[in-house]
């Protein structure tokens, strides 16, 4: 199993430029999760998935918008970049939301200027 | 609300030596997950160790143990025989449910350092 896989690694966007972080799993995982780290804070939750065609809102939502159309994957789309979404980004994964342990993709890292 | 708490920013520890990593929480929830999550220079973050809260008996991982005290909602990480390659940033983190799901709410974590 490759566990949980993002691309890019790291991506320089202009403020207002659109882009789409792409995060898949290979472990049946029903649940789905982005975070954003910022320096000095822990993860913040930005959306979640709790299986295909269901979504809903963490934390820190705005700005992002997510859908689930396989089990495999959840992408994260950033509509207009503003300088405030410099993060870096985690996917996580688990197997059913409830108790699970969540595993971590390897982040990337997203610069707006 | 949940929080999770950190009073340590930075630690160092002489490698093979013991050290502890303090993490308080506040819920109002009795039963719940709590982890310690471990961000090397390489950025993954690595699940350390996990605790329920129904469980009395504290986890433990290889060189890695949890001081878990429930009533002072107090869940320490101590790491023995410290090695190089544990140097990294660790964060605790506290398992809140929601709707149908839940999310971690992290610490603002600890940098610790292995010295040879």
């Known amino acids: 199993n490759a566990g949980v896989t993002q691309t890019p690694k790291f991506q320089v966007l202009k403020t207002g430029q659109s882009m789409t972080l792409q995060c898949a799993q290979d472990?049946?995982?029903?649940?789905m999760s982005w975070y954003r780290q910022d320096p000095g804070m822990g993860l913040r939750l930005i959306h979640y998935?709790?299986?295909?065609?269901?979504?809903d809102q963490g934390e820190v939502p705005n700005g992002y918008n997510v859908s689930r159309s396989t089990t495999e994957d959840f992408p994260l789309r950033l509509l207009s970049a503003a300088p405030s979404q410099t993060s870096v980004y985690f996917c996580?994964?688990?197997?059913?939301?409830?108790?699970?342990?969540?595993?971590f993709g390897p982040g990337t890292r997203l610069l707006v200027l | 609300a949940q929080t999770v708490t950190q009073s340590q920013p930075e630690m160092s520890v002489q490698e093979a030596e013991t050290v502890t990593l303090s993490c308080t929480y506040d819920?109002?929830?009795?039963?719940?997950?709590l982890f310690w999550y471990k961000q090397p220079p390489s950025r993954q973050m690595i699940l350390v160790i996990r605790q329920e809260a129904y469980k009395q008996q504290n986890a433990t991982e290889n060189r890695f143990s949890v001081n878990f005290q429930k009533a002072a909602k107090s869940f320490s990480l101590k790491i023995s025989d410290s090695q190089l390659g544990d140097t990294a940033m660790y964060f605790c983190?506290?398992?809140?449910?929601?709707?149908?799901?839940?999310?971690?709410?992290f610490g603002a974590g600890t940098i610790l350092r292995v010295k040879s």
């Open positions: 472990m049946n995982h029903e649940y």
């Open positions: 983190a506290f398992m809140k449910h929601l709707g149908y799901g839940n999310k971690l709410v």
């Open positions: 996580a994964s688990s197997y059913n939301g409830r108790e699970e342990t969540q595993y």
């Open positions: 998935s709790v299986g295909a065609g269901i979504t």
């Open positions: 819920t109002s929830e009795n039963n719940y997950y």
